[in-house]
């Protein structure tokens, strides 16, 4: 991650404005009731990351955009909400990754305080992707939620049982 990415993150959480209306009822008809209902726990600006992630996918897509992908964009990031932090709790563990490492912030995940939540920050995928299984979401946008951090440039698609090319819309269209 750069600098210039992540100060645009910062402020596009800052200054997120909610969906409007018809973009929620989009976000509904795309997603399962079950997806939904874990989707909308999310604050409202990764609501519109999301949003913005599966537009980019539905237009990168076109015809071929299945629901099941739109989805995957929709409720990657769900697992963050167990991580109970706001904006600058989240710059904080975004750091200490950049310092530490994903692993060796990951491996705190079940500490008390702080490094927990920081922990479960880092490993928000394979924990969003439990929430939307107990929920009884596909299995697609559950797979994509857990994996969506491993599909790097080096490790596209090895072992992802995903098509090659919508995990390359996925991670694009995502910018994170």
Partial sequence: MHAVHLTRRFFGSVFARSLAPDELDWVASTLTPAEFEVW???PRYDLRHSFGVARRVEQALDSEAESQWLAAALVHDVGKVEARLG???RV???IFMI???????????DRPGWRGRFGRYADH???GA???RAAGARAVPARW????????????????????A?????RDSDRD
């Fill in 92 to 94: 904080l563990a975004t």
């Fill in 145 to 164: 939620a857990e994996v969506h951090h491993q599909a790097n440039a080096d490790h596209l698609g090895t072992g992802l049982d995903l098509p090659e």
């Fill in 166 to 170: 919508v995990v390359l819309v996925l």
């Fill in 125 to 127: 995928g394979p924990i």
């Fill in 130 to 132: 439990a929430m939307l």
């Fill in 40 to 42: 909308r726990r999310q």
């Fill in 99 to 109: 310092v530490r490492g994903r692993a060796a912030v990951r491996a705190w995940r």
């Fill in 87 to 89: 904006i600058a709790g």
